[in-house]
């Protein structure tokens, strides 16, 4: 077991920690949620917990299909170790069902299924509110190279089917997410967190949101809905 070190930055909703092993990060989850940015600041009760349990089993199950990930292993009910990459600063969105940013952006309903998948690239930055961009800007601002932006795709398609099944056999719809990527040693690397803070995730027949949007849009029983995403993981392992 490797040993916990110095703080190496505190995020919006996780701290993380240097290790003994320099491939090595200790990650903590925590409860603190914001929205919009940063604008919108809470607490999620039990969040840091249930995220941590829930990234954990994508994760794995991820693996288990073949797709390597930056996870390697939970260490606690808030902390996991994963593997040191250099962040790629680009945010990869993928669409099943028109909602939120697009449904909005496009004047779409929210929940109109799509005819085929859509994925976008977001500039990571809190500042500027995560402006899309597309592969020309990828490439014009050095953010990754053609190869990677194509190695991307491809991983993040591959996430979307498995991700999509997975969760469909347990009465949810996936329908949207966000995945960042980053670099282990020169190689790409799916990682940061796969969780209701990061996906679309509705009830199969009744498209109760189970996400954070429930925080987002002040609807109450987020906690509740967080918890009811672990069930549903841990019910039907
Ligand atoms: P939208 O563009 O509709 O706001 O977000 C699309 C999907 O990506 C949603 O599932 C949302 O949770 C996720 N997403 C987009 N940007 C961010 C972000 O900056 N932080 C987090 N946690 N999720 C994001």
């Known amino acids: 077991m490797v040993k916990k070190m110095d703080m190496l930055y505190e995020g919006k909703a996780k701290k993380v920690f240097l290790t003994d092993d320099p491939d090595i990060l200790w990650i903590e989850y925590k409860d603190d949620a914001t929205a919009f ?55 990869v969105i993928v669409r099943n069902i028109a909602a939120g940013g697009m449904a909005k952006r496009l004047g779409i309903p929210e929940g109109t299924p799509l005819k085929s998948t859509v994925v976008e690239f977001c500039y990571k930055s809190d500042e500027l509110g995560d402006p899309m961009i597309n592969d020309y800007h990828i490439a014009a601002l050095d953010l990754a190279t053609k190869e990677q932006v194509a ?24 329908v949207d997410f966000k995945l960042e990527f980053g670099l282990f040693h020169g190689k790409v690397l799916l990682s940061d967190e796969i969780s209701p803070d990061t996906c679309r995730f509705w009830d199969s027949e009744t498209n109760e949101k189970l996400d954070k949007d429930r925080f987002r849009r002040d609807m109450g029983h987020v906690e509740d809905a967080y918890r009811e995403i672990l069930k549903r993981l841990t019910e039907k392992a």
């Not at 604008?39 to 299909?65: P, Q, R, V, W």
């Not at 795709?153 to 347990?170: C, F, G, S």
């Open 37 to 91: 940015d940063g604008k919108k600041k809470g607490t999620i009760m039990g969040k840091g917990e249930l995220n941590n349990a829930i990234s954990s089993i994508f994760f794995s199950m991820l693996k288990d299909h073949g797709i390597e990930n930056h996870f390697v292993e939970k260490i606690s009910d808030t902390e996991q170790l994963v593997k040191r990459t250099d962040i790629i600063m680009v945010e």
């Open 151 to 174: 190695e991307i795709t491809d991983i993040t398609l591959k996430v979307n089917e498995v991700l999509k099944q997975y969760l469909a056999e347990r009465k949810v719809k996936l």
